[in-house]
């Protein structure tokens, strides 16, 4: 494992797991911004993002709310590249583009604006589950004609079915749900 990662594993391994109607959610600060995030784990994840992608090739960061915003954030900050969030809520713009989110647990509609015709994006989140919301957000920047660079997940649930995602996405650790606790790969 990449070291600068281990304290976000050793974390990980201590989250509460907590049902969400027969789905296994951890809480954590990279996924629920609690307990706390520690800024040095919210820094080795930009750094293990910059560290995996060529942000030189990319003009906009796109995050959905709420809880790809601190990631998105973070990496914005130390690359200087624009920050687009994906909202849960309409703005009426002309532009704008609505998709439907199925999560594992959950559904929403999600709207983007602010990403044009040929941007190069890279589209960032905290974790990925069943994929649905890479999906609909990947489906948002098809409409719009953005070219997508990469995607990046801070964490890669193992243990849930994403074999409906098409696409390929990049993850910094990989882990499932054990006995009640989360489990990180090496
Ligand atoms: O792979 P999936 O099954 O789609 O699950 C992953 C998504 O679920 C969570 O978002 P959620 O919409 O629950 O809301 P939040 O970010 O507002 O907490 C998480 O932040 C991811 O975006
Ligand atoms: N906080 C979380 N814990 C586990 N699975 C998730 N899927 C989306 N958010 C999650």
């Not at 959610?25 to 060529?54: K, M, N, Q, S, W």
């Amino acid at each position: 494992m990449d070291p600068t990662l281990e304290p976000l594993a050793r974390s990980l391994r201590q989250a509460p797991v907590v049902d969400r109607d027969g789905y296994e959610y951890f809480v954590h600060g990279v996924t629920d911004g609690i307990p706390p995030l520690e800024p040095a784990v919210l820094c080795a994840v930009a750094d293990g993002i910059r560290e995996r992608v060529d942000l030189e090739s990319v003009d906009k960061i796109v995050a959905p709310e709420a809880m790809g915003i601190h990631h998105g954030t973070a990496l914005s900050i130390a690359t200087d590249v624009p920050l687009v969030v994906v909202r849960k809520r309409s703005y009426g713009f002309p532009e704008e583009v609505a998709v439907h989110q199925e999560t594992s647990y959950g559904e929403s509609e999600l709207y983007l604006n602010g990403v044009d015709a040929g941007d190069r994006v890279l589209l960032v989140d905290d974790v990925l589950s069943s994929g649905g919301t890479i999906e609909a957000v990947c489906d948002a920047l098809e409409a719009v004609e953005a070219e997508l660079v990469d995607i990046v997940v801070v964490l890669r649930r193992v243990d849930v079915d994403h074999a409906d995602v098409s696409r390929d996405v990049t993850s910094l650790l990989d882990v499932r749900v054990r006995d009640g606790q989360v489990d990180v790969l090496e």
